[in-house]
């Protein structure tokens, strides 16, 4: 049996180091049974077992992690993670603020002389 590459399952082995049947994420986004609504797998609570930002953590070593697929909540020193381009309720400069490290998106925007909050990436 064969099956297609897919985006997050591959980034998500390379970041566990097991396969989908272990780390939980079998393709890039989920089914909603209340909703039916199709979900991405954005967040690092859907792992089933660490990624090396967490076995690094636990060592006390710093990390980094940008735009990195199921990485939403990661324990990662720095965290840019991959998320909702096209949000809905809010613009993606305030999601990106809300799910990345504590002022980081801030300090970046300031580098770079402003952004306004509907700019796109």
């Known amino acids: 049996v064969q099956y297609p590459s897919m985006t997050y399952p591959g980034h ?3 970041a566990t180091g ?4 272990r ?5 890039n986004t989920r089914l909603d049974p209340e909703t039916s609504a199709t979900i991405w797998y954005f967040e690092s609570r859907w792992l089933k077992v660490p990624a090396i930002w967490d076995v690094a953590a636990d060592h006390g070593l710093t990390t980094a992690g940008v735009s ?3 990485s939403v909540g990661a ?3 720095a965290l840019y993670p991959e998320s909702n381009q096209a949000p809905r ?3 993606w400069l305030e999601l990106a603020r809300r799910e990345s490290s504590p002022g980081l998106v801030d300090s ?3 580098q770079l002389g402003g ?3 509907r700019d796109n990436l």
């Open 89 to 91: 309720n809010t613009t």
């Open 68 to 70: 990195w697929p199921v």
């Open 23 to 27: 780390h939980g994420v079998y393709q």
């Open 12 to 14: 998500t082995s390379i």
């Open 18 to 21: 097991v396969r989908p049947a």
């Open 75 to 77: 324990r990662m020193t």
């Open 115 to 117: 952004f306004g909050p």
């Open 108 to 110: 970046v925007v300031q």
